[in-house]
């Protein structure tokens, strides 16, 4: 059966929350499709990339229901995915452009429990090395309270061809 | 304009990739509708979770488009939510029922490339406290190759009523 | 034999450097007699501890041979131990006076040599809640050159009487 | 004034407990004089290290009171420097003989009061690249217990002519 026809039944039946979960994934391809978000994680979490001379990353992203865990809270994991994406484009940033940037390491210290309207995550450098760089993160919420803070390595390879 | 309809516009021009990951996402909605998982991010990874007496837990899931950042490999970020699941719930089979598991921090070691047909996470415990567990979290894609360590803190508290 | 007839056998054949760590270690004895330190270790590294309001606390420790590895640069332990001392000792400081704080976990990015005349560590604060502290730390050589950075938790507990 | 005499003119009023850390100090000047150890910290922690093939790597420390904090438990930091040496000692087994590695990042996490008469340390390989090895450390004291989990980064670089 065609994938258009499937959505059609499955919404015919859908509860609210369903129907609000369809339009998100929808507005997620769309995205992906304007090239607003490189890859589908950053599309489905709506990621909005600043980057502030000299050396600092902000990410923003609206709170929905993908994100939550089972206790309506923002998953620690996407929290961490937040924080890589952050710290990884601000490494991608500040390398020469024929070289790529690999996460090695990243520890995450959860200090706050993810809840409110939207999440701000700020990457800076620790240390900016020619073949290691040293990342920190930090996630805030809305009402600016500190949710998540992160340091991570980030090794520094050619770019593949 | 209904959702339905949405789909059916967006679709109708859509790429092959892009009514594949159309119906991972559908599939992804049916898997939370029927209860296979309880969270969208575990719906979207397809997570199925196997617990082994006595303090093992493994949770597998296939290597899908949605999972993949700009250079077609697991996203470093989804790899730690995959890991912190698993600890996490590994966490709460060891607790007394009146009790939750909050993640306190977490540290992934990424050693190798994401890449293949699906990916296994073994979560195991180091320390098993009345307050504090401490959980490691290994990552293998489907030849076998470590990808990912992990090791994590989870505090236990009062479960909400 | 006593042990006062051992030291000046051993330093009858010592060389300079021998003669050098053994007037550090017996300063060192004489810092932990007068209080000036609590530990050994400290003493040895003869640590000298700041507090500035309201959250900061610096370390200071004079580079000498007894904490440097087999390359003549500080051994990543010890940049351990002077970050664990500070950010625990800012921990409680913080703290009701009838509670403790314990290391739960530590990460420690090295970033440089640690290599000149002293270093510093520098302790602050990343969240301080009620029963989880979690700090910052950061070592600097002589040049003022970031060296290592540091996060770590502290767990609150009462004190023992 | 000669520093024989100053030791001696010291001991004259030491308590039995600094008569017995004069006798440690000692102890340590003279392994490292005899090529026990070849640092400081590890003649003073009376570091015995042992490989085993494949790649395994054990260290043992007697446990005086040089290595406590003012809890008279074992320090953080050197639970810290013990994991550091172990594991970084298993590295240097494990990459070619002109070739070093350092330590880039290690995390600990502390989950029993190091109590008892000795500890054990044994380091073990996570992954082995050619350029980066992480490691994994577990301490244990003499009971068996489990005190401190570790896992580090290792950066094999050129070693120095």
Known sequence: MDISQQWEDFLRDATEEERDVASLFLHSLKRKRDGVNGTHIGALMEIKSEFQEPDTLTMEIPNTSLLQNSLDILH????ATLLDSAMGTLAFKLIPEDKAAVTTEMKVNYVAKGVGDH?????T???KGSKLLVME???Y??????IAHATGSFFVIPKRS
Chains 1, 2, 3, 4 share one sequence.
């Open 125 to 127: 450098v620790i240390h």
């Open 76 to 79: 620690g994991g996407l929290t």
């Open 141 to 146: 919420r809305s009402d600016g309270t500190l």
């Open 119 to 123: 999440f701000t995550c700020v990457a």
């Open 137 to 139: 993160g930090k996630v």
